[in-house]
């Protein structure tokens, strides 16, 4: 197993610290994303707020990392520490391993879940963002502090990787904000949270998460916070990279490992 490379949680904060809090984007799984600062972070490096940031914007712009929500979304390609975390002979052979043949890392986010602000991420199947024909995506997390209910760790619906892939986020056709598409009738009842299990787990643990795999966390109530560095792998062989998918490789392709 690919053992997390600490000095990419140590570069993540002072990302935080260096990036310009040019916009304040809210980051929420209750509303599409559909704005030119969210569209362009699929190449590029950007920061994203809470929620309760917005009703605080002088707090955010001194207490930033109080209430930054995740960096992304290509970590993996443009920042030299995590390039070479992600790009790891460890990783690119876990990979290989689960099957892929030509892995591709397309998305990379460190995501904060700050204590007491944490906001939930509703439930989801990740091929929904990262749709390609046939589906292939696969999500590599990494915790890193110690994931408990208390501090909202991941909830998974055990066997629903054999789900369809139900909805997918398409660009609308202008290229400017978003929309969702029903691809799959609903094959799996995703709705009853009480049928998902909590995947608590130790600072330093790698969940893989099948594209498929209908998962979600809950808002952080705790004194604890709950931070993870999450990237996405999709198969470059014989598969199609959906055209309308929000986040496209535009000037910066997309590099295998
Ligand atoms: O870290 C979280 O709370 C959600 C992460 C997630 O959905 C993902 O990495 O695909
Ligand atoms: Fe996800």
Known sequence: ?????????????????????????????????????????????????????????????????QVVNKIGHALHDLDPVFRSFSRSDSIKSLALQLGFQKPIPVQSMVIFKQPFVGGEVRPHQDSTFLYTSPPSCVGLWWALQDATID????WVLEGSHRCAVHK?????PDGKSVYMYEENS???????????????????????????????????KSS?????????????????????????????RFEPL
């Not at 501090?151 to 991941?154: P, V």
């Not at 130790?202 to 808002?219: M, N, P």
């Open 1 to 65: 197993m690919p053992q997390f490379s600490w000095s990419t949680f140590l570069t993540s904060l002072e990302l935080v610290k260096r990036l310009p809090v040019e916009k304040v984007s809210i980051f929420s799984t209750k509303e599409q994303q559909g704005d030119e600062y969210f569209l362009e972070s699929g190449r590029d490096i950007r920061l994203f707020f809470e929620e309760e940031a917005k009703c605080h914007p002088e707090y955010l712009k001194t207490h930033k990392e």
């Open 151 to 154: 501090n909202g760790c991941l």
């Open 168 to 172: 997918r986020m398409c660009r609308t």
């Open 186 to 220: 609903m094959d799996c009842n995703y709705t009853k949270l009480e049928n998902y299990k909590p995947i608590e787990c130790e600072a330093g643990s790698l969940v893989i998460l099948h594209g498929s795999l209908w998962h979600f966390s809950c808002k952080n």
């Open 224 to 252: 604890q916070s709950r931070h993870a560095y999450s990237l996405h792998l999709v198969e470059g062989k014989d598969t199609v990279w959906s055209p309308d998918n929000w986040l496209q490789p535009f000037k910066l």
